[in-house]
Structures are given as C-alpha cells and as structure tokens.
Nanobody, 122 residues
Framework: QVQVVESGGGLVRPGGSLKLSCLVSGARFVRHNFGWFRQAPGKERQLVAAVRWSGNAINYADSVKGRFTIWKEDHKNTVYLQMDNLKPEDTAVYYC???????????????WGQGTQVTVSS
C-alpha cells in the first residue's frame, strides 16, 4: 500500500524560506508522477507544483513561479518543495500526492498525505 508522509511545515516570516519533504513508501517510486497541493481556509485545494516520473517535466502555479522549486530524489523515495520569498498568501496546509505509478503522461493523484501546515506571518 502506498503511503505518503509530508514534513517540514512551520511558521515563517514573510520573505523567509521553507523546505517541504514528502516521503513515499510502498510504491515503485520511479513510476510515479508527484505533486504538491495546498488548501487555505475557505478555499479549494490547488495544485502548486508537479513533477513527472522522469523528472524532466515540471509545472508550477502562476502564483509560485520563480519562488518555489519541486524536485525528487529517487534513491530517497522523496519529493521536495523548496519555498522561497514566502508571502502571507502562501499560508495553507500543503499536501503531497502520488498518482497511480504507471509512467503516465498525465497527472491524476491517487495517494495523498495528511498534509503539513505552512504559516507565513510576521
């Protein structure tokens, strides 16, 4: 069974940085596409960044382009999200999700973590 566990959230001041980690177990990691999502109170969950199983196709939400970076390390079964120049509007619960793991050319998340809280406030 695929398990997804996020870590690295916390409280940071505007302009600061955080690095989120997503450890995936019970999966053939290299077959999966991955994404980071976020959900702020009263808002819908949105895709922040996604990386293809091959590592060479990356998408970012317009609101985070130039500030956030997603990558994965296959030998560690881990996906990362580096968040720089954080803004109060980045405050949300951040979720990592894996798809079905069939080397897909599209991203359809199947397996979700419990989320990690990111709060940006002075």
């Amino acid at each position: 069974q695929v398990q997804v566990v996020e870590s690295g959230g916390g409280l940071v001041r505007p302009g600061g940085s955080l690095k989120l980690s997503c450890l995936v177990s019970g999966a053939r990691f290299v077959r999966h596409n991955f994404g980071w999502f976020r959900q702020a109170p009263g808002k819908e969950r949105q895709l922040v960044a996604a990386v293809r199983w091959s590592g060479n196709a990356i998408n970012y939400a317009d609101s985070v382009k130039g500030r956030f970076t997603i990558w994965k390390e296959d030998h560690k079964n881990t996906v990362y999200l580096q968040m720089d120049n954080l803004k109060p509007e980045d405050t949300a619960v951040y979720y990592c999700a894996a798809d079905g793991g069939d080397y897909s050319h599209t991203y359809d998340p199947n397996y979700w973590g419990q989320g990690t809280q990111v709060t940006v406030s002075s």
